[in-house]
């Protein structure tokens, strides 16, 4: 069972533009939604997170608008980099944080120059 | 401030036999959470160990195991390997038992042959 479903499965983006991918979940218990970043040969590293109790939060370059009512929440990209190409997961957490991730399929991400 | 380590990087094994793989957790870390990443997915949660005890377990069978020690290093043991376990081992260290934090190591990259 798939608890949370992520799109696209890879994004060509344009060096400046916007890249955007989405998530949604199933499990309404589900109440810490991180977004993680990894490069090939790496582990996911987190780069934002959010809380149901708010609809966006940004940081830096990185937005995540969140949807409660829709149970879907999405990363924003602002002026991608090349740098930025790597798989990006969604992934959740029920509530009182619990002591598991369920990940996303992740986003491979390639921003050309 | 040392991250998560562990060893070894690569690892080529045949059917049936054991193995083991082992996490040294980030420096004030008491929890160590072992993930398994097939090629092309997000990571899957094992388990997660806390003062040396299992403390919740993904839909893996029993033939997945783990121990935590007192340093709160810890190992994943696979026994009787499938060509299916062939994938990225994953494992995270946190200050509780609690997700958010989570820092994870590069991996262990099993391949069953």
């Known amino acids: 069972q798939q608890q949370v479903k992520q799109s696209p499965q890879s994004l060509i983006v344009q060096k400046g533009g916007i890249s955007i991918i989405n998530c949604a979940y199933e499990?309404?218990?589900?109440?810490?939604f991180p977004w993680y970043q990894q490069f090939p040969g790496k582990g996911p590293a987190l780069l934002i997170a959010i809380r149901p109790d708010v609809s966006e939060k940004k940081e830096g370059r990185f937005t995540i608008s969140f949807n409660k009512s829709a149970k879907q929440f999405s990363l924003h990209i602002m002026d991608s980099q090349p740098g930025d190409s790597a798989t990006y997961f969604c992934?959740?957490?029920?509530?009182?944080?619990?002591?598991?991730?369920?990940f996303g399929t992740g986003t491979q991400l390639k921003v050309e120059l | 401030e040392t991250g998560v380590t562990q060893s070894p990087t690569h690892l080529i094994k045949t059917r049936g036999q054991q193995v083991t793989l082992r996490c040294s957790s980030q420096s004030g870390h008491n929890t160590v959470s072992w993930y398994q990443q097939a090629l092309g997915q997000g990571p899957q949660f094992i388990f997660q160990y806390y003062r040396e005890e299992e403390n919740g377990r993904g839909n893996f069978p029993p033939r997945f195991s783990g121990l935590q020690f007192p340093n709160y290093s810890s190992e994943l043991n696979v026994n009787a390997l499938e060509l299916d376990d062939s994938a990225l081992y994953l494992c995270?260290?946190?200050?509780?038992?609690?997700?958010?934090?989570?820092?994870f190591g590069s991996g262990t990259r099993l391949t069953v042959v």
């Open positions: 995270a260290s946190s200050a509780g038992q609690e997700v958010y934090g989570y820092t």
């Open positions: 992934a959740a957490s029920p509530v009182g944080g619990g002591n598991k991730l369920t």
């Open positions: 499990n309404t218990a589900f109440d810490y």
